[in-house]
């Protein structure tokens, strides 16, 4: 299946200082890439989706100014966690919707491997 | 709106037994559904997606079936193997919207 790397799968960092993560689609164009966070024995709640050249779209209650999501290209989407807190420890996880046509292209979803991370 | 609820919570069985966990939703017009598998700490691995005009999936030893109707799916896991523990997920695609997950079920399979 197409693959989705994440950078980095772990970090560690003060509160206060910003946190940047690439989400990557390697071997297929995404069109659409989302950004979950997952608490810890809890499922995977949506943060935002983003759109290659578009502004993202964010779900209730995340805030986009804390938030700040990028998509330059079919292929990688960034998301920075601005003065980062200690409520903002979580784990990250991108995903990416195929083009349909290109490889994996039946709008399958694929998701990244995970990002950790820990606001001292 | 979509809710996506799955059964049993955690389900701990026997090396070589076979298995089915439940994933049902409340709204039937999706596009497709995907079970995914998690191991602790790690990311997402894709295990089957079923689209909306199908009514089965197989890989290997996995089986996902889909009964729009009744707004269901299972996983049907064959033969378990104690590398099978993990968590599992299924997330609902509705036309026009985004994923929404199950709370998943743990699986922990006892050598």
């Known amino acids: 299946g197409a693959v989705v790397s994440q950078h980095p799968s772990r970090v560690i960092c003060k509160s206060g200082t910003s946190v940047k993560i690439e989400c990557r689609s390697l071997?297929?164009?995404?069109?659409?890439m989302f950004w979950y966070r997952q608490f810890p024995k809890q499922s995977l709640m949506l943060m935002a989706t983003?759109?290659?050249?578009?502004?993202?779209?964010?779900e209730q209650g995340v805030e986009k100014d804390k938030f700040l999501i990028n998509h330059a290209s079919l292929t990688l989407s960034t998301l920075t966690v601005t003065s980062a807190h200690p409520e903002d420890s979580s784990f990250y996880i991108c995903?990416?919707?195929?083009?349909?046509?290109?490889?994996?292209?039946?709008?399958?979803?694929?998701f990244g491997p995970g990002t950790r991370l820990t606001v001292l | 709106k979509q809710e996506v609820t799955q059964i049993p919570a955690a389900l701990s069985v026997p090396e070589g037994e076979n298995l089915v966990l439940n994933c049902s939703f409340t709204?039937?017009?999706?596009?497709?559904l995907q079970w995914f598998r998690q191991d602790p700490g790690k990311g997402l691995t894709s295990l089957l997606l079923?689209?909306?005009?199908?009514r089965e999936q197989t890989s290997g030893r996995l089986n996902a079936s889909l009964d729009k109707s009744s707004g269901r799916s299972t996983l049907y896991i064959a033969a378990s193997q104690p590398g099978d523990s993990a968590t599992y997920l299924c997330?609902?695609?509705?036309?026009?919207?985004?994923?929404?997950f199950g709370p998943g079920t743990r699986l922990s399979v006892l050598p």
């Open positions: 995903s990416a919707r195929s083009l349909l046509g290109t490889s994996g292209g039946n709008n399958e979803q694929f």
């Open positions: 071997d297929f164009q995404a069109t659409t």
């Open positions: 983003s759109n290659e050249g578009s502004k993202a779209t964010y």
């Open positions: 709204d039937s017009a999706i596009y497709n």
């Open positions: 079923i689209q909306s005009s199908q």
């Open positions: 997330a609902v695609h509705n036309y026009g919207q985004n994923f929404v």
